[in-house]
C-alpha cells in the first residue's frame, strides 16, 4: 500500500535530496544568487559578524575603527550588503547608521547561521573592538569619528 510518506521517499533521489523539476521562477533564483554573492565576500561577512555583536546601529567610522580597514573598503562592503538587502541605513545628524535589516525573514535566518559559525570567536578580534569603540559614544551617538590606529585612541 502506497502512503503520502513513501511517495515522497519515492520522489528522492539516491543521495536522498529532492530532484529539481524547474519549479523555481528564474527571480527567485536570481534573488537568491544574490543573497550568496553578497555572502561571498571575508570583508562583508566582518561587516555582519560587527553589526551583529554590536546589537544597535553602528556608523561606518566605528566599523571602520573594529575592523582595521580602510574607510572605502568599510562603505563598499557596506554599499553590497545594502543593494542585497542584509544592511539598513538612517540618518542621525551628521552620521548614518548601519544595522541589519531584520524585517527580511531570510536575514534572521543569515544571522543565526553567522552567530553559529562565529560562536567559536565570540572573543575574536572584531568582536572585541567593536564593543570597545561603542563605548566611546556619548549616549547613543557616535561622536569620535576615525580613531587614530597608532595612539589607540
Keep these: 500500500m502506497r502512503t503520502p510518506e513513501r511517495e515522497k521517499k519515492s520522489a528522492l533521489t539516491p543521495s536522498g535530496s529532492v530532484p529539481y523539476d524547474g519549479s523555481v521562477t528564474s527571480a527567485c533564483l536570481s534573488e537568491t ?45 557596506l554599499s553590497h550588503l545594502k543593494t542585497a538587502g542584509f544592511v539598513e541605513a538612517t540618518r542621525k545628524g551628521t552620521w548614518v547608521y548601519h544595522a541589519i535589516d531584520t524585517n527580511a525573514g531570510v536575514n534572521r535566518d543569515v544571522v543565526k547561521i553567522i552567530e553559529t559559525r562565529f560562536a567559536s570567536d565570540a572573543e575574536c578580534h572584531d568582536a572585541r573592538r567593536i564593543r570597545e569603540r561603542l563605548k566611546l559614544r556619548q549616549g547613543d551617538t557616535c561622536v569620535v569619528g576615525f580613531a587614530e590606529r597608532k595612539t589607540g585612541s
Aim: hydrophobic share 50%; charged share 20%.
Design 33 to 77: 544568487a544574490k543573497l550568496f554573492k553578497a555572502l561571498s565576500d571575508e570583508t562583508r561577512l566582518r561587516v555582519l559578524h560587527v553589526l551583529i555583536v554590536a546589537g544597535m546601529p553602528v556608523c561606518v567610522c566605528e566599523i571602520t575603527d573594529a575592523l582595521e580597514l580602510p574607510q572605502y573598503q568599510v562603505s563598499k562592503a
